[in-house]
């Protein structure tokens, strides 16, 4: 079975760091781009950052700069690192894959979702 595994969910004040971690197993890990998506109470779900099966990453406009995605083709493992986190990050934070990054374009599209991890930012 596909399993999408996001974890490093929390509750953070202001300004903290985080780095959230998605484990992948069940497909061939390489072939695929991974991808975050979030969504907050009350709000649409929004693609945050996705990496290639090449290595080629995205990250939506509006974060670039504090969020940072890699990749371990050998532990197919994601890694999402977020830098100075402010309380609109707060949302459920979802690990997704794919054969193509569509996350930003179009999350729905995206082939296997994870349970999300939530990230919580208050003070």
């Known amino acids: 079975d596909v399993q999408l595994q996001a974890s490093g969910g929390g509750l953070v004040q202001p300004g903290d760091s985080l780095r959230l971690s998605c484990a992948a197993s069940?497909?061939?890990?390489?072939?695929?781009?991974i991808g975050w998506i979030r969504q907050a109470p009350g709000k649409e779900r929004e693609g945050v950052s996705c990496i290639s099966d090449k290595g080629y990453s995205y990250t939506a406009e509006s974060m670039k700069g504090r969020f940072t995605i890699f990749r371990d083709n050998a532990k197919n493992t994601v890694d999402l690192q977020i830098l100075t986190l402010k309380p609109e990050d707060t949302a459920v934070y979802y690990c997704?894959?794919?054969?193509?990054?569509?996350?930003?374009?179009?999350?729905?599209?995206?082939?296997?979702w994870g349970q999300g991890t939530q990230v919580t930012v208050s003070s």
């Open positions: 069940g497909f061939t890990f390489h072939d695929y781009a």
């Open positions: 997704v894959a794919g054969l193509v990054c569509s996350v930003l374009t179009n999350p729905s599209a995206m082939d296997y």
